[in-house]
């Protein structure tokens, strides 16, 4: 194999790496946002011999949730950037 369909593939096996690992961070900050929304729930609404707890694991979660959604910004913006690096330019006289 030639260095150059080398270099292609593994861009492309990048990439969609990159796709999986920002698809699995969207899906890890909403299951975080579930649990946070259920925690401030449970602090609050039905009436529990320690709500302090639901509260202090809501605010875990929701840090938990930070970390994930700055995470997949980071992928996002990663695969924007690598975009368009591959994207071929047109030539400068050409309209």
């Not at 699995?24 to 900050?29: A, I, T």
């Not at 509260?55 to 929701?62: A, D, E, K, T």
């Not at 997949?72 to 400068?92: A, D, E, I, N």
Request: overall charge positive; some cysteine.
């Amino acid at each position: 194999m030639s260095d150059t369909l080398l270099v292609i593939m593994s861009s492309k096996y990048g990439t969609l790496a990159l796709w999986v690992t920002a698809v699995l961070l969207f899906l890890g900050f909403l299951w975080s946002l579930n649990l946070t929304a259920f925690n401030y729930w449970a602090s609050g609404g039905p009436p529990t011999p320690h709500p302090e707890i639901y509260r202090m694991r809501g605010n875990i979660f929701s840090g938990i949730a930070c970390v994930f959604f700055v995470a997949f910004g980071v992928c996002v913006w990663s695969l924007v950037r690598r975009q368009k690096r591959h994207t071929p330019r047109p030539p400068l006289g050409s309209q």
